[in-house]
């Protein structure tokens, strides 16, 4: 597992700019999440030797998967560290080696694949180590025990966490609270979600709040597509042994790291900072990064920066316009297990009705 530091757009730009959508409440922390994103590799005789295709309906897939873990400050797009997988350990396995870069007054937001008790625990106590929350969406059937029910709709619980070798065994117990909801849009079908949370004061994240900021986590998928296909622009990585296609991704999140700090000196605080056109940025920072790098000594510190200093006047030329509020349907060509088959392209701009659940038990 390769980790890579990486000091992007830094604290100072969190909350810079007006319009941040998140609640009252959560202006006390940088809000981050963390999630695992896979890349193809070419199948030369190295790759092949320490990697293995993964199963797909048709058989083995076509190509072998590399996977990287990302912690990501959200509405910056800024990645602050990353992990990369070379001998395919797990996403879950990954992502705990990113647990030492989290810092103090975060709260923290991950997906499905994270949400059980052994993942949760060391998360918990990192959290605990640095003054840091956690918000962490959980599957169904991940059981605990209900301890009590809070007036704002939400409960506590005991959750077991076991032994890895001995599922049976139970090495401790973590209070956490669950917070459920049900969300509906017309014409689609509900989604449920449940979500753990290590902030057990109700009056300080109340359920509603909390259930609205988890939408947030959204953002870590736009950053691995533009990192996937407005960055790299190309199918597979174009190393040929594990070690330099794990440098390949490890330039790739530095780079988005750079443009990230760009993206906010661009914004200045006065607009929202994914309105800076990503594609149009990098388009403008490349051909300066050329000429920095080959006529460095021909060109004057001064007139140096002078020039970087009307990269972000640029941009702010070139916004995009607030994103429309959309859904589509969850659905696939080809359907997989219960997943219904898409028949033809819709979606709805209507307004997400936000209900709160009782406990799962």
Not at 319 to 325: F, G
Request: with cysteine; proline share 6%; glycine share 6%.
């Amino acid at each position: 597992m390769l980790p890579v530091l990486i000091e992007g757009g830094g604290r100072e730009a969190s909350w810079a700019y007006p319009g941040w959508k998140a609640p009252t409440h959560c202006r006390c922390w940088r809000v981050l999440a963390i999630d695992g994103v896979q890349f193809s590799s070419n199948n030369t005789p190295a790759v092949k030797r320490q990697s293995s295709k993964a199963k797909s309906r048709r058989g083995r897939a076509a190509f072998a998967r590399m996977g990287a873990s990302v912690l990501l400050e959200l509405g910056l797009h800024n990645p602050l560290a990353a992990a990369i997988s070379r001998k395919q350990e797990s996403e879950a396995s990954v992502s705990l080696g990113l647990l030492a870069q989290l810092a103090g007054a975060c709260l923290l937001l991950a997906d499905r694949l994270h949400g059980y008790g052994v993942f949760l625990a060391p998360v918990l106590d990192r959290c605990r180590q640095v003054k840091s929350e956690f918000l962490v969406r959980v599957q169904r059937r991940v059981k605990a025990r209900l301890k009590e029910r809070l007036k704002d709709g939400s409960c506590l619980l005991d959750v077991a966490v076991c032994d890895r070798r001995h599922i049976h065994r139970v090495l401790r117990e973590i209070r956490l609270r669950e917070i459920g909801a049900r969300l509906h849009r017309p014409g689609f079908r509900d989604q449920e979600l449940r979500l753990w949370t290590s902030i057990l004061d109700w009056h300080q994240a109340p359920a509603r709040e909390l259930a609205e900021l988890y939408a947030q986590r959204w953002e870590q998928e736009l950053y691995f597509r533009q990192l996937k296909s407005e960055l790299r622009r190309s199918e597979r990585l174009q190393g040929q042994t594990p070690e330099t296609a794990a440098q390949e991704i490890a330039a790739w999140i530095i780079s988005g790291a750079l443009i990230a700090r760009e993206r906010a000196r661009a914004a200045r605080g006065q607009v929202p900072v994914p309105q800076i056109t990503f594609v149009k940025l990098l388009e403008l920072l490349c051909p300066l990064w050329l000429v920095l790098a080959v006529g460095s000594d021909l060109i004057s510190e001064k007139l140096q920066r002078q020039l970087t200093g009307r990269v972000p006047r640029e941009a702010q030329r070139c916004l995009t316009p607030t994103r429309r509020v959309r859904s589509c349907p969850r659905a696939v060509r080809q359907p997989i297990g219960s997943w219904p088959r898409l028949k033809e392209n819709r979606h709805s701009q209507a307004p997400v009705e936000l209900t709160l659940l009782p406990p799962h038990r």
